[in-house]
């Protein structure tokens, strides 16, 4: 502990006696400070034991006394030393009274004490409180570093909790729990998402304090109050991968800072380790992704091993997402795949799932468990940005907007793995042309044609191909297009076409092959009919 104005009094080489105050002597010594001004205060930073021979005060004045005593009280000096014997043989009652009033310890100085002795006290207490923080840090140091490399982050979680006599948890990239201890400060952890999201946007490291109000909800089961939470991001790079939180019941002494910093500094060396890891693990996925769609399932398993569990042996889904726009080459700013490979990668680290994830030049191949929890977060993470997008009202006329376009495949095995990337690709670009963010392909076979037929493209080809039977329409010589539609609604049946339109059926005979002589085509072929009806339906919808 740092010297306090009690342990200068039991010192028994400076024969320090107690005048006023007696109750606030348990206060820290940030120095001992000699000045005669009549106002110190501007040279005062809080914390001082002041000494005085009160050469320039009028201590005998009790008006400027109590301005004096509460001036110092105000700027936070904790204590005050006046020697006897040099200017007054005792201490003035005005000063004794002050002091009293402001509750100011103020401590006699005995003629043969020197200030001189009191300052090298201080000092040589508050540098044995300095040595023996270095060294307990030390100490606590090689703990953490042993319990890291026995039991890893739980162990060193574990470590750092007792160093610091509060709480410690550890969080992933996504800012969800991974590791708490003790056991119930994961509940506490739990509540400073928020918290850890925003200390994720800055870049790092970067920390913060988050304080509570000491409420119940807050306590742990000694029913201590963690009022005091620092927030630590871990990792070099542009984005934090985790962050660690540190919870006590006050503010962090040197000690324990040491023990913080240690655990900062180890987690990081975890964090950066991981990340090289799952570099080369992105490599070998790239490898045994390639061998799925090349139809080398055998080989495929024979390289992945045990790295991806039994993602390869059980109905998987394959997710292909876009940037939009694709960023041009060299464009600066950060990985636009960042949000979603962190959402499901810690979805599926949190439910045991093995995930593969692969970058593919400018775009994302993700592997994932079907109905799992990393296919969930999936599906939730575009359903946010779908959200924002359609709160921020942003977007262009082509329905492109910036962020994702994601296409998720329908349910298949290895062998399949070629067919479940097409689908994946498919969707992705009925996203793309839609303005959504993701599309899933059994979606799209479960549902409609027709509505794909209000694609720009589709209606323009509808428009060209029955402008001619359009514009002989608005002569008035004739209802081609309708004739059209009724005739091909009935397979080309004549009677129940006919009677439909209320004509004969050598009028819709008739009318058939103006059809045929205007368009140029058969209506015998079967592809022109499909065409005509096709473009038909796309001109009814607009």
């Known amino acids: 502990m740092p010297p306090t104005l009690a342990s200068l009094v039991h010192h028994s080489a400076l024969k320090l006696t107690v005048r006023a105050g007696g109750d606030r002597l348990d206060v820290p010594v940030r120095w001992a400070h000699v000045s005669e001004l009549a106002d110190p205060v501007p040279y005062m930073e809080g914390g001082e034991l002041l000494l005085i021979t009160a050469l320039k005060l009028d201590a005998e004045d009790p008006e400027a006394m109590r301005r004096y005593v509460r001036r110092l009280a105000k700027a936070g000096v904790v204590g005050l030393g006046f020697a006897v014997g040099v200017n007054y043989d005792d201490i003035p009652k005005a000063l004794v009274d002050a002091a009293d009033e402001e509750g100011l310890p103020l401590l006699e100085v005995p003629r043969r004490t020197p200030f001189l002795a009191i300052s090298k006290a201080v000092s040589a207490a508050i540098a044995a409180d300095q040595y023996r923080a270095v060294t307990a840090g030390f100490a606590a140091q090689r703990e953490l570093t042993k319990q890291a490399l026995t039991d890893g982050p739980q162990g060193l979680l574990r470590a750092l909790a007792a160093q610091v006599d509060g709480w410690a948890a550890l969080y992933d990239a996504s800012g969800a729990v991974v590791g708490a201890a003790p056991e119930w400060a994961g509940r506490r952890a739990a509540r400073l998402t928020a918290e850890v999201e925003r200390l994720r946007e800055r870049p790092a490291p970067a920390s913060a304090v988050a304080g509570g109000g000491g409420s119940p909800e807050r306590s742990g089961p000694d029913g201590r109050h963690d009022d005091r939470v620092e927030l630590h991001s871990l990792g070099t790079g542009r984005r934090p991968r985790a962050a660690l939180a540190v919870g006590t019941a ?34 070998i996925g790239a490898a045994v992704l390639r061998m799925l769609l090349a139809g080398e399932p055998d080989h495929a398993r024979a390289v992945a091993g045990d790295l991806y569990g039994g993602l390869l042996d059980a109905p998987f889904r394959v997710i292909v997402a876009d940037a939009v726009p694709a960023p041009a080459a060299g464009e600066a700013g950060g990985d636009p795949f960042d949000g979603l490979t962190e959402a499901v990668e810690s979805a599926a680290a949190r439910a045991g799932e093995a995930v593969l994830v692969v970058p593919e030049g ?43 376009v994601v296409g998720l495949s329908a349910p298949a095995g290895p062998i399949a793995a070629a067919a479940a990337y097409k689908q994946a690709e498919q969707a992705l670009s009925v996203a793309r042309r839609r303005g959504r963010v993701l599309v899933e392909h059994e979606r799209l076979a479960a549902g409609s044609v027709l509505p794909l037929l209000a694609d720009d493209a589709v209606k323009a080809f509808a428009d060209g191909l029955l402008r001619a039977l359009h514009e002989h329409d608005a002569t008035g010589r004739g209802d081609l297009v309708a004739s059209l539609r009724a005739w091909l609604s009935r397979h080309g049946q004549w009677d129940a076409a006919a009677a439909d339109l209320g004509v004969h059926r050598h009028t819709l005979r008739y009318r058939m092959r103006r059809v045929e002589e205007i368009l140029g085509r058969s209506l015998d072929d079967p592809d022109v009919r499909m065409e005509l009806w096709l473009a038909l339906k796309a001109t009814s919808t607009e």
Not at 272 to 280: I, K, N, V, Y
Not at 389 to 395: K, T
């Open 362 to 404: 400018d775009r994302l191949v993700v592997l994932v468990a079907d109905g799992g929890a990393a296919a969930a977060a999936c599906a939730q993470y575009a359903a946010a940005l779908e959200g924002a997008r359609a709160a921020g009202g942003s977007g262009s006329e082509s329905g492109e907007e910036d962020g994702l």
């Open 250 to 283: 006050s503010a962090l002494g040197t000690a324990e800072r040491y023990a913080v910093h240690s655990a900062i500094a180890l987690l990081t060396l975890t964090t950066e380790r991981s990340r090289s890891l799952h570099a080369a693990q992105q490599r």
